[in-house]
């Protein structure tokens, strides 16, 4: 479901928000700190602080629903991925690095927009990191205009 040009636009400069949703269906949402789509088996792996966002790390489990969505902020090109929690750990060290660079970059990327790092700092964040993967089961475009909320995959039945 995954192809290589959104693989490729998930490793580039974009902004991450994910949700997840309570026992009654309440949403919580998140700024993730980085995603990488792994190619050998088709999971996603988003990194959030769960310190930060204590709602979204109170839904992580194995089996709950996950939306994500990705945003490049120069052209506002936007994807949303839909999927089930396979599993949530604290982040590896090198997950830790990965989330620390990409905070980095976000902060550079958004600079050059405008948006000052004071105006991100209190969002974008690289501490207490949460690592959630999962397998799409959905993939739409969210990219405002006539196309935004078009399925563009879905997983096999």
């Known amino acids: 479901m995954i192809g290589t040009d959104i693989a490729a636009f998930l490793e580039g400069p974009v902004m991450i928000l994910l949700s ?11 700024r993730g700190s980085s995603i990488r789509f792994d190619r ?8 959030f602080s769960g310190s930060q966002w204590p709602d979204v ?9 996950i ?3 990705v945003v490049r902020p ?10 089930i929690i396979g599993s949530a750990a604290p982040a590896s060290g090198e997950e830790q690095q990965r989330a620390t660079a990409y905070v980095a970059r976000m902060l ?12 991100l700092s209190h969002t974008l964040t690289d501490r207490d990191l949460v690592r959630v993967s999962f ?11 006539p196309g935004a ?9």
């Not at 997840?20 to 998140?30: P, V, W, Y």
């Not at 550079?108 to 105006?119: D, K, N, W």
């Open 57 to 65: 790390g109170g839904n992580v489990a194995t089996g709950a629903r």
């Open 40 to 47: 050998r088996n088709g999971h996603i792996h988003v990194l």
């Open 20 to 30: 997840t949703c309570d026992g009654a269906d309440r949403a919580g949402i998140a």
């Open 149 to 157: 909320g078009q399925r563009l995959g879905q997983a096999p039945i």
């Open 108 to 119: 550079e990327v958004m600079a050059e927009l405008g948006v000052t790092t004071r105006q």
């Open 74 to 83: 120069s052209d506002y090109r936007a994807f949303q991925i839909k999927g």
């Open 135 to 145: 397998l799409p089961t959905d993939l739409y475009a969210q990219t405002p205009g």
């Open 67 to 69: 939306a994500v969505t």
